[in-house]
Structures are given as C-alpha cells and as structure tokens.
C-alpha cells in the first residue's frame, strides 16, 4: 500500500490547556482550524484513508460538504488518541455510513489524509 500521506499537525495538549483555563472560543477556534484544513485537503487531493481523533471525526461530520466528501472518496475511516463516546457505535454515524469507508479504531495520536494512487 503506498500512497502520499497528508498530517495535519494537531496538538491536544495545547487545546486540553485552552479548556482549563476556560478558553472554550479558542479551543473551539483552533478545532475548526483543523477541519479547515482537512477540509482543503479532501476538495483538493485524491483521499482514501482518513485517520483522526474522534473528537474531530465528530466536527467533520457537522459540515454536510465534508461529509458528502469523505462519502465520494474515503475507503477506510480510522480513529485514535482519544475516548470514543460510544465503543459500540465507533466512527461517527454520518462518516460510518459512508458508502465506500470501512471504519476501524486505532492506538494512536495522529492524524493524516493519506493520498489514493
């Protein structure tokens, strides 16, 4: 399996801190950041795979265009490096359903796009 993998360089930590000191507008800020820019590159780069928190998985499915997007092109949704609401249902209910993406958990804290070949 090769491919060309897209990261967008996330850091929980930073947001963790935002939240304690009750910066929820930052945090919020930099979260949409984030989907910003995976937003960009699933309209602009051919993706098979998408590996996130389930925190972001979440966001991402709030936008009906990246939804739309991932449902088009993404063959494998993968999710770690946070708790999962809910172990039984896995990936968000709008992304799993995506006709072509098998979802499947991860162990891991990154997250990427890789590209299809």
């Not at 602009?44 to 389930?54: A, G, H």
């Not at 009906?64 to 809910?86: S, T």
Request: net charge neutral; with cysteine; glycine share 8%.
């Amino acid at each position: 399996m090769g491919g060309v993998a897209f990261t967008i360089d996330l850091d929980p930590r930073w947001v963790r801190k935002l939240i304690a000191a009750g910066k929820a507008d930052e945090a919020n800020a930099y979260a949409e950041h984030l989907i910003d820019q995976a937003a960009f590159v699933l309209q602009t780069q051919d993706v098979s795979v998408l590996f996130s928190t389930p925190p972001l998985l979440e966001r991402l499915a709030r936008r009906d265009d990246l939804v739309e997007l991932v449902r088009e092109k993404v063959q494998l949704i993968g999710w770690g490096g946070a708790h999962i609401p809910d172990a039984d249902q896995g990936c968000h209910p709008r992304l799993s359903a995506a006709p072509r993406a098998a979802p499947t958990g991860r162990s891991d804290s990154r997250a990427g796009l890789p590209r299809r070949r």
